[in-house]
Nanobody, 128 residues
Framework: QVQLVESGGGLVQAGGSLRLSCAAS????????MGWFRQAPGRSVKEREF???????????YYADSVKGRFTISRDNAKNTLYLQMNNLKPEDTAVYYC??????????????????WGQGTQVIVSS
């Protein structure tokens, strides 16, 4: 069982930056693949969008095209914490951001679906 708590959201002007954090419980955080997702205003849970992911073993990363070059995902396994550095934010980045975890050590590459554990989300609002 993994419990996830996001923080770091807020209101920022277009072009600005924010860093989201996700604190995870459990001693095996380093073995979980982690991801960031977002749900835009008016969209359903099923329309929650993959943003970025990072493997537990090897820490390879993968990004959605919409954020590539602007967002950076990272993890600190000693602190059981996942991060999302968001630069050059755009109004279309406005959403509730969720971190998620899945245990798939035998799968090569970052998965974009099928995560088992979710945080409660943190709101990001980008004003134009």
């Amino acid at each position: 069982q993994v419990q996830l708590v996001e923080s770091g959201g807020g209101l920022v002007q277009a072009g600005g930056s924010l860093r989201l954090s996700c604190a995870a419980s459990g001693r095996t955080f380093s073995t979980y693949d982690m991801g960031w997702f977002r749900q835009a205003p008016g969209r359903s849970v099923k329309e929650r969008e993959f943003v970025a992911g990072i493997k537990g073993i090897g820490s390879s990363t993968y990004y959605a095209d919409s954020v590539k070059g602007r967002f950076t995902i990272s993890r600190d396994n000693a602190k059981n914490t996942l991060y999302l550095q968001m630069n050059n934010l755009k109004p279309e980045d406005t959403a509730v951001y969720y971190c998620a975890a899945v245990f798939r050590p035998l799968i090569l590459g970052v998965t974009t679906t099928g995560y088992d554990y979710w945080g409660q989300g943190t709101q990001v609002i980008v004003s134009s």
